[in-house]
C-alpha cells in the first residue's frame, strides 16, 4: 500500500471527485490499537501511503480517517509489525473502530465535521474487560 497514490488518483479522477473532498482510511502506528481519529488534512506523518498520495497529487488536504494499530516490540520492527496479523485482541479493537468510522460516515457526508469528530474522539476505550478476554 505504499503506492496508494496511484489508486488514489485513478478513483478521484475516474468519479471527478476533488481530493479535497475524498476520505483516505489509514493505519495509524501512533495510535494504540482501536482508536480511531478524524483528521482534516496533514502532512503524511512517515506514513508511506499518505507520502504517495500527496507526492502523485500535490494535496494534502484530503480527510483521514486514523485507524489506531499501535506500536510494534521494538525487536519485531515497524515493517514486519504493519504487515504480520493482529493479536486477536487488537483485531477486535480494530474492528471495533472501523465500525464507529463507519458509523460516523453520515455525519462526515453531511459536512458535520466537529460533530462526527466529537463521537469518534470521544468512544469509550475498549478493554480487555469490555471484550469479554
Same mark, same amino acid.
Given at each position: 500500500?505504499? &503506492?496508494?497514490?496511484? =489508486?488514489?488518483?485513478?478513483? %478521484?479522477?475516474?468519479?471527478?471527485?476533488? #481530493? $479535497? /473532498?475524498? +476520505?483516505?482510511?489509514? @493505519? @495509524?502506528?501512533?495510535?494504540?490499537? $482501536?482508536?480511531?481519529?478524524?483528521?482534516?488534512?496533514?502532512?503524511?506523518?512517515?506514513?508511506?501511503?499518505?507520502?504517495?498520495?500527496? *507526492?502523485? %497529487?500535490? /494535496? *494534502? @488536504?484530503?480527510? &483521514?480517517?486514523?485507524?489506531?494499530? $499501535?506500536?510494534?516490540?521494538?525487536?519485531?520492527? %515497524?515493517? #514486519?509489525?504493519?504487515?504480520?496479523?493482529? *493479536?486477536?485482541?487488537?483485531?477486535?479493537?480494530?474492528?471495533?473502530? +472501523?465500525?464507529?468510522?463507519?458509523?460516523?460516515? #453520515?455525519?462526515?457526508?453531511?459536512?458535520?465535521?466537529?460533530?462526527?469528530?466529537? =463521537?469518534?474522539?470521544?468512544?469509550?476505550?475498549?478493554?480487555?474487560? *469490555?471484550? $469479554? =478476554?
Amino acid at each position: 500500500m505504499n &503506492r496508494s497514490g496511484t =489508486a488514489f488518483q485513478l478513483v %478521484t479522477n475516474y468519479y471527478d471527485i476533488d #481530493p $479535497g /473532498n475524498a +476520505i483516505v482510511v489509514h @493505519d @495509524d502506528l501512533d495510535l494504540p490499537a $482501536g482508536v480511531v481519529r478524524l483528521k482534516l488534512t496533514g502532512g503524511h506523518g512517515g506514513h508511506n501511503g499518505l507520502s504517495d498520495i500527496i *507526492s502523485r %497529487t500535490g /494535496n *494534502s @488536504d484530503f480527510l &483521514r480517517i486514523r485507524i489506531g494499530i $499501535g506500536r510494534p516490540n521494538p525487536k519485531l520492527g %515497524t515493517i #514486519p509489525y504493519v504487515l504480520s496479523t493482529p *493479536s486477536l485482541h487488537d483485531q477486535n479493537l480494530i474492528d471495533d473502530a +472501523i465500525s464507529d468510522a463507519l458509523d460516523s460516515l #453520515p455525519e462526515i457526508l453531511r459536512g458535520n465535521l466537529e460533530r462526527a469528530m466529537k =463521537a469518534l474522539h470521544s468512544r469509550p476505550k475498549a478493554t480487555e474487560s *469490555s471484550l $469479554g =478476554a
